[in-house]
């Protein structure tokens, strides 16, 4: 009698896999290449290899084998070397594959507890820093708070710095400081920086449309008599603006540049235009594994950054509750309470509807947009209205 065979199932290490309901995606971290499949037997298998018990490989009998759908999808596996099927008679024993399945419900306590548990850990989470001042700041206790941070910190000034008197003794204290310092202001509020403060600074200048010519020209004039890097910032909130934007780059010539969506309450067409997410926008963003885990453990946008308000007010995101105050509490105080209690480090994509979608791990984090816009998936995937 013939010997019919059956096959051991395994799926690479370095294929990130989800399923979700009865849709499954499979994703190649090495190419960016995907598989995905609806069909009730390939979701079976593949529940199969995630078994704790079957250390990342399952049985295929050969009915399993020879059905159609299983057999197609095995040969697009192999084909983008994702997975593999061996003869079971071939191998002495069961293989075993490691997966790279990250049980994110388990671990993020534990990932709280261990990384964020030393105030000296907590520290080295920091690395960006927002100051917004004006002439309310106390430009002196706010250089006492910054002297009890990590040297190696991302500095945005953000304000009018023509409305900050003595903003100079804060850029003398920063330009100690080898890192970037960024001053992020509006072009109607540019002002020349003294050569000596011209240390790893450089401008993020905000321009919103349509533009005070007087002011512009004023802005363009400053900005070319000094020699610091600037980025444009354009604020568009309609397709308008995006043309009005760009003839401005081009008239002036602007390499370094991005248009910033501004969600006004009334132009949410616009926003399911140009900033909704297709599934190709989804699927054509590089992911490596650690991005993958990255994603499910912190949020990308606002981890390991704080703003300071003039008064002295903390906040790892505006939109957030307050953490502390620089006048009552240290650092450490703050960063704790963020980690403990706060909503912003920690906000992954982990609510509905996004919790129920194949894609939730490669969307980007949840932004300031859906907080925004009030809604918590910005895609034209899952839509809810
Ligand atoms: S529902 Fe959420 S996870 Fe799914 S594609 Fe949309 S935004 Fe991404």
């Given at each position: 009698?013939?010997n019919?065979?059956?096959y ?5 290490p ?8 009865k ?13 995905e ?5 390939i ?8 078994q704790?018990e079957n ?14 759908e299983v057999?197609?999808?095995?040969c ?7 997975g593999?099927?061996?003869e079971?008679s071939l191998?002495n024993?069961?293989?075993v594959q ?6 994110y419900s ?16 907590i ?6 820093i927002?100051?917004?001042?004006d002439a309310?700041?106390?430009i002196?206790?706010l250089?006492?708070f ?16 023509e ?6 003794e ?6 100690h ?8 202001c509006?072009?109607?509020n540019?002002i ?7 240390n790893?600074f ?7 449309i349509?533009?005070?010519?007087e ?16 980025e ?27 248009l910033k ?10 926003f399911?235009?140009e ?6 926008d ?23 950054k ?7 007010d ?6 957030h ?5 620089i ?8 960063l ?6 706060g909503k912003s ?9 996004c919790?129920?979608c194949v894609y939730q791990?490669?969307?980007?984090s949840?932004?300031n947009?859906?907080?925004?816009i009030?809604r ?9 209205e």
């Amino acid at each position: 009698m013939k010997n019919i065979p059956d096959y051991w199932f395994t799926i690479e290490p370095y294929v990130f896999m989800d399923i979700k309901n009865k849709h499954a995606l499979l994703y190649n971290t090495l190419d960016g290449a995907t598989i995905e499949s609806t069909h009730d037997d390939i979701i079976g298998i593949l529940r199969e290899t995630l078994q704790e018990e079957n250390c990342g490989v399952a049985l295929l009998t050969n009915e399993q084998y020879q059905q159609r759908e299983v057999n197609r999808f095995i040969c697009e596996l192999r084909e983008k070397f994702m997975g593999d099927v061996i003869e079971v008679s071939l191998s002495n024993a069961k293989p075993v594959q490691i997966l790279p399945f990250y049980n994110y419900s388990k671990e993020q306590e534990l990932y709280k507890k261990n990384n964020f548990s030393s105030y000296k850990n907590i520290l080295e989470k920091l690395f960006e820093i927002s100051l917004h001042i004006d002439a309310t700041t106390n430009i002196t206790e706010l250089i006492h708070f910054l002297a009890t941070l990590p040297k190696n910190l991302t500095f945005n000034i953000v304000g009018n710095l023509e409305k900050v008197p003595n903003y100079g003794e804060l850029f003398s204290y920063l330009d100690h400081c080898s890192s970037p310092k960024n001053l992020l202001c509006s072009y109607k509020n540019v002002i020349a920086l003294q050569p000596i403060f011209e240390n790893n600074f450089s401008y993020q200048i905000s321009v919103s449309i349509p533009i005070d010519v007087e002011r512009w020209n004023h802005a363009m004039e400053t900005l070319l008599s000094q020699t610091l890097p600037v980025e444009f910032v354009f604020e568009v909130s309609s397709e308008d603006d995006i043309q009005q934007s760009e003839r401005l780059i081009e008239q002036y010539q602007i390499d370094k540049y991005k248009l910033k969506p501004i969600y006004t309450g009334n132009n949410i067409r616009f926003f399911k235009e140009e900033v909704f997410l297709s599934k190709e926008d989804i699927l054509s963003t590089p992911m490596t594994m650690k991005d993958f885990f990255a994603r499910q453990a912190v949020n990308l946008y606002d981890f390991g950054k704080i703003t300071i308000l003039p008064n002295g007010d903390v906040y790892a995101n505006l939109n957030h509750p307050l953490l502390g105050n620089i006048y009552t509490n240290n650092i450490h105080e703050i960063l704790h309470k963020e980690v403990e209690e706060g909503k912003s480090w920690l906000r992954v994509r982990d609510q509905a509807p996004c919790s129920d979608c194949v894609y939730q791990w490669i969307c980007p984090s949840p932004s300031n947009y859906e907080i925004a816009i009030g809604r918590s998936n910005l895609c034209h995937i899952k839509m809810t209205e």
